[in-house]
């Protein structure tokens, strides 16, 4: 009886619902597009149901630079903004995720977020390069709602190729092959309809 | 009925020491898993055998004991070793620090010879 209660526990305490969260807060670091920050905005408001506040720019810091201190380091970024409120950070430059052990100094990387959680991040700079406008906006509404999936406990899904909770496996081109769509599986984890 | 127990001091002190050892065994093991996701993971215990060392951990989504060798690479299930995260990476255990970690939270070394 103990073997079966305590997962049911913890499958039940993890996951979020939707209606836990109430506001998302978008912050820019460093210069952001105010179309991209609204794309995000209306996003996540019309998707998951959240209010989003958009915060005031914040510069992005040395300390949270990568060792070629041209990229910025994803995990220092939410170790840094970890918060009890549901924060979206979002960011023009490169950030990547350090691996020594692998002897990838810095793989690139468009989006990191807590499972389960609170702070995401998201990186426009990979996604809008040699793009069309359209495709960014599709790209970016994609990896924003995937990564909030993440905080709201959801794992990566193999049960719907479509699903946006799909693992991008370190390309861009699978998330083009995903829909702005939970399968019905995640949407139960979740508790949307 | 209700019992009242008096404590002495050297209750007290046991006590309060228990206390303070069972909050620190709450070590958490912090992944970059799959390349997205920042996951904490309960540890269980520590294998040693040879030159790997295998931590059982607890998925905090399921409940389900995980395994992981020598800090990075897939996450398996502990019974089956089906793979449950095909990778990860741990920022706060190594192999470097792992016995350290262990012995200042009191996660359970088993070695295997």
Redesign the interface.
């Given at each position: 009886m103990k073997n079966i209660i305590?997962?049911?526990?913890?499958?039940l305490t993890?996951?979020q619902s939707t209606k836990s969260i109430k506001i998302v807060h978008i912050q820019p670091l460093g210069s952001v597009n105010n179309n991209t920050i609204q794309v995000i905005k209306k996003s996540v408001e019309s998707f998951y149901g959240f209010k989003c506040e958009i915060r005031k720019e914040i510069p992005l810091t040395e300390d949270i630079l990568a060792s070629s201190k041209i990229r910025y380091e994803a995990?220092k970024i939410?170790s840094k903004y970890k918060s009890s409120e549901n924060i979206l950070l979002i960011t023009e430059k490169d950030i990547a995720?350090h691996?020594k052990?692998?002897n990838v100094k810095e793989?690139g990387?468009?989006?990191?977020?807590?499972?389960?959680?609170t702070v995401c991040v998201v990186s426009t700079y990979r996604i809008e390069r040699n793009v069309s406008n359209q495709r960014f906006t599709d790209r970016l509404r994609k990896v924003s709602l995937?990564?909030i999936g993440?905080n709201l406990?959801l794992?990566?899904c193999d049960k719907d190729p479509k699903c946006m909770m799909n693992?991008?496996?370190?390309t861009v081109r699978e998330i083009d092959q995903e829909k702005i769509y939970l399968c019905p599986n995640c949407k139960k984890l979740i508790g949307i309809k | 009925m209700k019992k009242i127990v008096r404590l002495t001091e050297q209750d007290l002190v046991t006590l309060v020491k228990k206390v303070i050892k069972e909050q620190s065994n709450n070590f958490k093991a912090q992944a970059?898993?799959?390349?997205?996701?920042?996951?904490e993971f309960p540890v269980i215990q520590l294998k040693e055998w040879g030159k790997d060392v295998y931590m059982e951990i607890?998925?905090?989504?399921?409940?389900?004991q995980l395994t992981v060798t020598n800090?990075?690479g897939p996450i398996v299930f502990a019974g089956t070793s089906k793979v449950q995260y095909?990778d990860s990476?741990f920022?706060n255990i190594?192999l470097k620090n792992w016995n350290q970690i262990a012995s200042k939270y009191n996660i359970p070394v088993v070695v295997v010879n």
């Open positions: 305590i997962p049911l526990f913890f499958a993890s996951i995990n939410l995720y691996d052990k692998r793989w990387i468009i989006g990191l977020g807590y499972r389960p959680g995937h990564e993440h406990g794992d990566h693992d991008a496996k370190g | 970059t898993v799959e390349g997205d996701m920042v996951m607890k998925d905090p989504q399921t409940g389900k800090f990075k095909r990476y920022s190594s």
